[in-house]
Each structure stands twice: as structure tokens, then as C-alpha cells.
């Protein structure tokens, strides 16, 4: 009989390396707010930015048309207000799963750095590194909560490194490439019902949802792909620019610990059919592709209109897979057929003098979860950042910058059917998902 372990959650946690990382301004739980200076446009025009190398994440291409040897740094806070409730849950259809039904910080803050350098090599050539934390999630449920089947803390954490080389081609066209190599963990905690795998094995008559097993899983993996972009100048007042970001698929090996010492039901399936030991795992996680494009017009000599559009392809992610060492311990499988999501933001900046500039920004991205699978794992949903923020030269080389922003999320409602084969054991899950959240930044430019 199969044991459900609730691993679907596993890869989806990324915490930046330097610290956690919460969902923000991008689909899924990828993360968009990767400079204090595009940030406070909402990212509009972020592509066609010459000589920024903080907006290398949006197009590598902005490396070229440095003057010498620059850098650019943000931190970026994410501040989330978020609560489920109407939550009620049910084992084998007809058993309720008894526990709480409503709570408040469900998703975490977060505070993560990002940034690059980049270096004039001659006339044509350009070199920079980039880095950020383009994923990142963490999400918890107390114990006691009737999600506790469904993961009690999903935790995910991504950091990007991608060193890159440009060419100015002339005449306002300009390319650029590199490879970028990512570093994905993830942290999981849930419970099992051993009592119910008990009582289905026909080994006791115990009430499902009476003994719980509770779990920890932590997981690693280094994967690798590319990075490429170009920038062009149309006319006298256009620039255009895009990129395109390729999948990364990960391969994470871990392990698993069973608190089997506080449930008398998992001692008994681990002696007598091998279940919830302590054994190492392997997971799957591919993070998508995405394809963007922006454009900057000089309305006049001061002011600047932006727009841009992205493609997150997370039609890829249609499931994730778990295996145990441990041959007793089935396979775990979670269904997401997600879908591709289309983005799109516009902003203006204007300059006050030839030293202070603000701007402001609107972006509206579309989620990629498919409803019939929604669950508290990773709730996700559409979402729309307004965006705004001021930059103040403070020197020849250095520039300072500021932005804040407020992210207005869908109300979600989650319904996990017990039909699915994988919920088996977890059951089914039914509830509402409601979230606000604060993102600020600062970051600083410096020519040496």
C-alpha cells in the first residue's frame, strides 16, 4: 500500500542563498523584483536599458555601453500580509481532519541582495557577472492546521550567477550571452496520517487522522543554461530591447527524517512494512524559460515612457517526482499542469534637474496554476505592482537609488480533490488564500 509523503512541496522553496525569499512580483514563484532602479517603474523598459548593468537580469545585453568598470547592487526587501481561511479537510472522503481552519502569515518575508559588474574590454567588447535570486518561496501552516497533509513548511530558494560578454555592434545594436549556473535548495516539513495508512493496510482499526508522522526533507542541486539579449536603437527616440532566459532542470538530492519516535502507528508500519524511514531522495524541478521584451521613448529631452511584455513558460511544469533510496517507500508524484503566463508593465521617468529622477510603473502578470490542482503548497495567482521610485546622482560615480511598491493579489480559492491517486492519504483540501505585499529596495550605482 502506498504511504503518501506529501513531497510534491519539496522543490518548491528556494531561498536565496543569502536568505529567504518570498513570492513577489512575478508568476509563480519566480521573483522580478531584481534591481532598486527597475523596481520603481514596475520593471517597464527594464530590456532596452544600454549601459545598466543592474537590469542584466532583465536583458544581458545592458552590460554594453559601459564607460569603464561599473557596478550596480540592490537589496530588496518582500513584506507579505497574507491569511487562509474557510479551510476544511477530509480523509478517505468521509473522515473531517480535525485541526485549525483559518490563519495569518502564511507566506514569509523575505530579504534578498542582487547585482553585477561589468567592464569595458575595448571599442566592441564588454565582460559582466550577474547575479540574483530569480526563485524563491517559503510558505508555512502550524502543526495543528487542517493543511497539515498538504505540507506544513514549503520553502524554496534559488541564486543565479551568469557571467556574460558583450558586443556593441554599431550604430546603436548591441548582443550578449552567457551561461548562467543555478543553485537550487529546498526545506519541506509535513505530516503523514499513519494512522489511516494503518488502518488501510488492514493492520489496526484506527481513525485516520488520529496518529500523525510528522517529516523533514532537505535538498540541493547545482543546474545550468544560458542567457542571451540585444538591444537596438530605432530612430531617434526608441529603444528596444529582449531577451531570452532558457529552462534550468534540476536534479535535487536530499534526504528524508521521519519523526516516527512520536507516532506509535509509524513505528508500526516501519517495522512491519518498512515505511517512513530515514532514507536519502531524489526530486525533480524544472524552473522555466522566460522571453522578454521593453522598449524606452523619449517623449522629451526629460521624460521617458516605458513599456515591456514577458513570457514565463511554466507549461513545463506539470509534475514533480520524488524517490526514496528506501525501495518500500513508493514514489511520490504532485500534479501542477501549469500553464504559460504573459506579463506586461508601463511606467514613466522623469528628470528634475541633472541630478534626481522619479518614476512610477504599473505591471500586471498573469498566474500559472491550474485551479483544478490549486493547493496550500503554492498557492498562486494573478497579481498587479504598482511601482515607484526616485534615483539621486551623488557624485561623478556613484547613484543612488529608492523604490517601493505594493502588490495586489487574486483572492484564490484552493480545492485539492481526494479523487487524485496522490491524495490517496492526504486527502482533500478546501479553502480560501487571501495576500498583500509590500517589496522595497535600494541600491547603488558606481563607476570606478
Known amino acids: 500500500m502506498k504511504a503518501k509523503i506529501a513531497i510534491g512541496v519539496a522543490p518548491l522553496s528556494a531561498l536565496a542563498v543569502f536568505g529567504q525569499a518570498a513570492p513577489a512580483a512575478a508568476s509563480g514563484f519566480a521573483l522580478n523584483t531584481q534591481s532598486a532602479e527597475s523596481l520603481g517603474a514596475a520593471t517597464a523598459?527594464?530590456?532596452?536599458?544600454?549601459?545598466?548593468p543592474g537590469n542584466a537580469y532583465f536583458n544581458p545585453a545592458s552590460i554594453v555601453g559601459v564607460e569603464g568598470f561599473e557596478t550596480s547592487f540592490s537589496v530588496v526587501g518582500v513584506w507579505n500580509d497574507t491569511s487562509y481561511d474557510n479551510a476544511e479537510a477530509a480523509l478517505f472522503g468521509t473522515v473531517p481532519v480535525a485541526g485549525e481552519?483559518?490563519?495569518?502569515?502564511?507566506?514569509?518575508?523575505?530579504?534578498?541582495?542582487?547585482?553585477?559588474v561589468a567592464t569595458k574590454l575595448n571599442d566592441r567588447l564588454f565582460a559582466g557577472l550577474a547575479f540574483y535570486a530569480p526563485f524563491g518561496f517559503n510558505s508555512s501552516y502550524d502543526d495543528a492546521s487542517v493543511a497539515r497533509y498538504h505540507g506544513t513548511l514549503s520553502q524554496v530558494v534559488a541564486a543565479s550567477v551568469s557571467p556574460l560578454l558583450g558586443i556593441d555592434l554599431g550604430g546603436g545594436w548591441s548582443i550578449a550571452a552567457g551561461p548562467r549556473f543555478q543553485y537550487l535548495e529546498n526545506d519541506i516539513e509535513g505530516a503523514n496520517d499513519a494512522a489511516g495508512i494503518e488502518a488501510a493496510l488492514l493492520m489496526t482499526s484506527a481513525v485516520p487522522g488520529t496518529d500523525d508522522v510528522f517529516y523533514k526533507i532537505n535538498s540541493t542541486d547545482w543546474g545550468y543554461g544560458f542567457a542571451a539579449g540585444f538591444q537596438g536603437v530605432i530612430g531617434e527616440r526608441v529603444t528596444f530591447g529582449a531577451s531570452y532566459s532558457s529552462k534550468i532542470d534540476h536534479r535535487l538530492k536530499g534526504s528524508v527524517d521521519f519523526a516516527i519516535e512520536d507516532s506509535a502507528a509509524a513505528?508500526?508500519?516501519?517495522?512491519?512494512?518498512?515505511?517512513?524511514?530515514?532514507?536519502?531522495?531524489?526530486?525533480?524541478?524544472?524552473?522555466?524559460?522566460?522571453?522578454?521584451f521593453g522598449a524606452?521613448?523619449?517623449?522629451?529631452?526629460?521624460?521617458?515612457?516605458m513599456v515591456s511584455a514577458s513570457q514565463n513558460r511554466w507549461g513545463a511544469f506539470k509534475e514533480l517526482v520524488t524517490r526514496f533510496e528506501?525501495?518500500?517507500?513508493?514514489?511520490?508524484?504532485?500534479?501542477?499542469?501549469?500553464?504559460?503566463?504573459w506579463g506586461g508593465a508601463v511606467g514613466v521617468e522623469r528628470d528634475f534637474g541633472p541630478a534626481q529622477t522619479f518614476r512610477l510603473g504599473v505591471m500586471y502578470e498573469e498566474g500559472p496554476v491550474n485551479e483544478a490542482y490549486a493547493s496550500p503548497r503554492l498557492p498562486g495567482d494573478s497579481r498587479v505592482l504598482v511601482g515607484a521610485g526616485y534615483s539621486r546622482k551623488l557624485?561623478?560615480?556613484?547613484?543612488?537609488h529608492l523604490a517601493a511598491s505594493y502588490i495586489f493579489h487574486d483572492t484564490l480559492p484552493l480545492n485539492e480533490s481526494a479523487a487524485y491517486p496522490e491524495n490517496l492519504f492526504r486527502g482533500s483540501y478546501q479553502g480560501d488564500w487571501k495576500a498583500g505585499t509590500v517589496a522595497a529596495a535600494i541600491g547603488i550605482d558606481w563607476k570606478f
Open 101 to 116: 481552519t483559518s490563519g495569518d502569515a502564511v507566506i514569509g518575508d523575505g530579504v534578498f541582495p542582487t547585482g553585477a
Open 395 to 400: 557624485s561623478d560615480k556613484a547613484k543612488l
Open 267 to 292: 513505528q508500526t508500519l516501519a517495522g512491519a512494512a518498512g515505511l517512513f524511514l530515514d532514507t536519502d531522495t531524489v526530486s525533480t524541478l524544472t524552473t522555466p524559460a522566460t522571453l522578454q
Open 296 to 305: 524606452r521613448i523619449e517623449a522629451s529631452e526629460n521624460t521617458r515612457l
Open 326 to 341: 528506501n525501495p518500500a517507500q513508493p514514489a511520490e508524484t504532485l500534479t501542477q499542469n501549469w500553464g504559460n503566463t
Open 45 to 52: 523598459g527594464a530590456q532596452a536599458t544600454p549601459g545598466k
